[in-house]
């Protein structure tokens, strides 16, 4: 069973479209994240959730709008895309802060990987 | 703010050969630490963790790293790589008390040789 999953694997859609890219863990963790991984594989936060709150904005366009309808899922919604929003996104989910005295680890999904035309 | 450097971009080692894969990092205490590896077109694993106690840590697939605080470095070590162990190693570190932050390093891109 996959513990980290994302959908689609692949997106490849034209400049100016809207697009969303999914994501469901069933670990029964509470805190979600997305991370963007650059054309020179550099990882970076954007957003964490925990139990459908947002706990982490980083800074990032609001074209980008994470939305979590339960615990177990968190999606990427991207308005407007631009060429520069072509990249790796990998969710990512843990137990809530502090649940392990602040030890927790997070495991992460396969990849997105988006190119915008 | 913490931060991670891995000053080798890419490493190429022979079958059979010893690894180490070096890691730097920059925080005020001791930070959590981690190791995740990438294949090809695939997501990421975690390879191992060091929260605190025995400075050598055991993971996954014959790794191990050491945490040196004087050198604030947490190396990954393999004895004897595998043609499979070629993809992409990232080490993070999250502030001491949540590892919710993680901070990547820009990753060690390992070929392996026949």
């Known amino acids: 069973d996959t513990a980290v999953s994302q959908t689609p694997k692949y997106l490849v859609t034209q400049m100016g479209n809207d697009k969303s890219i999914k994501c469901e863990q069933n670990l029964g963790h509470d805190t979600m994240y997305w991370y963007k991984q650059d054309s020179k594989k550099f990882l970076k936060i954007m957003f964490s959730y925990n139990n459908k709150e947002l706990i982490i904005n980083e800074t990032v366009p609001n074209r980008f709008s994470p939305k979590s309808p339960d615990k177990a899922h968190l999606n990427l919604h991207i308005n407007s895309l631009e060429l520069g929003d072509s990249a790796v996104y990998f969710c990512?989910?843990?137990?809530?802060?502090?649940?392990?005295?602040?030890?927790?680890?997070?495991?992460f999904g396969p990849g997105t990987r988006l190119l915008v035309l | 703010a913490q931060s991670v450097t891995q000053p080798d971009i890419h490493i190429t080692v022979s079958e059979g050969a010893s690894l180490e894969l070096r890691c730097n990092y920059s925080y005020g205490a001791t930070p959590y630490l981690f190791w995740y590896v990438q294949s090809p077109g695939q997501g990421l694993q975690l390879l191992l963790k060091y929260f605190s106690g025995d400075t050598l840590v055991q993971g996954i697939k014959g790794f191990e790293a050491e945490f040196k605080r004087s050198q604030s470095s947490f190396n990954l070590r393999k004895p004897s790589v595998h043609w499979s162990d070629a993809a992409e190693y990232f080490c993070?570190?999250?502030?001491?008390?949540?590892?919710?932050?993680?901070?990547f390093g820009t990753g060690t891109r390992l070929q392996v040789t026949l």
């Open positions: 990512a989910s843990s137990q809530r802060p502090g649940a392990s005295g602040g030890r927790e680890t997070q495991y």
């Open positions: 993070a570190v999250g502030p001491t008390g949540t590892a919710s932050k993680l901070t």
